[in-house]
């Protein structure tokens, strides 16, 4: 365990850079906006990356491919929201969904 | 006041945003058990959760931290997680506005305020969705650390199914966004691509790699041109 200090110093400086990413990030957007092609593909990028963001939450551990409780709570929350289900229930039933089959001793 | 309260309830954009932050308080508990459970400090995982607001990338650096890597390490791999705010901020640069409020929205611009802007068809909305969710969060998030920490193991996050809650989040605020037919493969693409990647590319940094897809809409925009 390295020392305290260390690890909270390191902390603020991981605020500080997350923080200089996101400033970036907003800059970058406002000098390439003035180009219309790129204007779209902007928001595209970001959805790329969010459905990515939930894929890899959504299918493995961080190091390889999870188990099957969980991918099928998140389907069901899918299948749920697609047919218009209010957030606070579709998220309610992903985790009973994983919940349920985990206490049916599936993975 | 209860009426404030009362109306501000009935607005289906402040239901949302609430129930964001209710689902990333479910995760923080998560995250500060973890935290505590590795021998650090219980009010680290909440103070890290209000200045650097990107949980994926505190539970690495706190799960790096408390396993003897150095700080300063674990502080670069948790910067490497959140390079993802780089193309968010691009995208969602509309919702940012000027003065005080600008530098509050870029702090709160993570997974899910982005998702939920980005989810809202009419300009004016999404950049309300995006404040409120990202405030929801900043809110929720350590709160949730702060129990999780002082309730520690008590909560097994499998057998609750609370590890199916996030990418169930991002998941729903998507399907809006997938009802344009032009998006459907790229983002096929991009998490076939990222869900590979993860085996090999540095923790975190795998869903980046989904950008890989990019030039997949580009070549469907050509075509239709």
Redesign the interface.
Known sequence: ??E?L??????????V???A??????????L??SRPRIES????????????????????D????AGC??PA??AL??VL??RGV???V??V????????L??LGVA | MVNVAGSALRDPLVRGGLSMGLAVALIGIAYGALTVDGGLPVWLAPLLGVVVLAGASEMLFVGLAAGGTSPWLAMVAALLVNTRHLPYGMAVRRFLGDGWKRLVRTHVMNDESVAYGLAQRDPDHARRAYTIAGLSVLVGWPLGALAGGLLGQVIDQEAWGLDAVFPAVILALLLPALHESRLRLPVLVAAVVSVTAVAWAPAGLAPVLGLLALPLVLLRRWRHA
């Open positions: 365990m390295p305290l260390t690890v909270v110093l390191a902390g603020l400086g991981l605020a850079g997350t923080y990413i996101r400033t970036t990030g907003g800059v970058a957007g406002e390439l906006e593909l902007m928001e595209d990028g970001a959805v790329l990356v969010l459905a990515s963001v939930m894929a890899t939450a959504a299918l493995t961080g190091v390889g491919i409780a969980r709570g998140v929350a899918g929201a697609w209010p957030l606070p579709v998220l039933a992903a985790a009973a969904g994983a919940a349920g985990r206490a």
